[in-house]
């Protein structure tokens, strides 16, 4: 930025110039924990949760193309060592050891808060001070807040698709589909990923094994 540009402002640059940098290191860490969380991601609704993980991606990416040309206009260098990322984040770096969905969107949901909060606290720290940094930071912070949304969404969908299966399955018991009811409450607080385990022994009919398989 010219000298002027930077004068203007009536804040620490230096500062802002920091909070910038682990903004930075923030989004690139986020994108790889979306990029391999999607690649790697197993369970009902991958097929379609995955492009839209991989949609997040990108747009973590784009943030970080934001945040590098506003640390640069204002005569900062950005982060330059990817080894420098986890030391300037805040924001955990969630390995997914477990590819259960459920655990892959739940981890993506922790980035997204953490950033939600990154960027609050440079939209605070700009507010009538830095317009053009305020105003990046802001429209930044809009895009976190719809990711966080649409993660709460899936998870919803989540948590509705095993009750209805739990349901179906106590409807099937009743009608003794299902060996009994004790099986029946068996899988009603069994995780779904458990249940294939628990119909899948003889004694239960194909069409219960086939409807919970299939989900
Ligand atoms: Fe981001
Ligand atoms: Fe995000």
Redesign the pocket.
């Known amino acids: 930025m010219g000298k002027h540009g930077v004068e203007i402002l009536d804040l620490n640059v230096e500062e802002l110039i920091g909070m910038l940098n682990q903004a930075l290191a923030e ?1 690139w860490l ?1 994108y790889y924990q979306y990029w391999i969380g999607a690649r790697v991601m197993e369970g009902p609704m991958r097929s379609e949760v995955e492009p839209e993980l991989l949609l997040h991606a990108n ?2 990416l784009g ?1 970080a193309v934001l945040v590098v040309g506003r640390i640069i206009q204002l005569g900062g260098t950005p982060v330059l060592n990817p080894a420098q990322w986890p030391k300037l984040s805040r924001c955990d770096y969630d390995e997914p050891n477990d590819p259960y969905i459920q655990v892959i969107l739940e981890q993506n949901l922790k980035g997204e808060r953490c ?1 939600i909060q990154r960027y609050k606290e440079i939209a605070d720290f700009t507010n009538g001070k830095d317009h053009a940094t305020h105003a990046m930071a802001t429209t ?1 912070l809009n ?2 807040l719809e990711h966080e949304q649409d993660i709460e969404d899936w998870l919803t969908d989540l948590d509705r698709l095993k009750e209805d299966l739990r349901r179906s399955a106590c409807k099937l018991a009743v009608r003794g589909v299902c060996q009994t009811k004790v099986g029946c409450q068996m899988i009603s607080i069994l995780p779904l990923e458990e249940m294939v385990l628990v119909t899948v022994p003889p004694g239960v009919l194909s069409s219960l094994v086939t409807l919970v398989i299939t989900v």
């Open positions: 989004e986020a747009q973590e943030h950033a930044i895009e976190e």
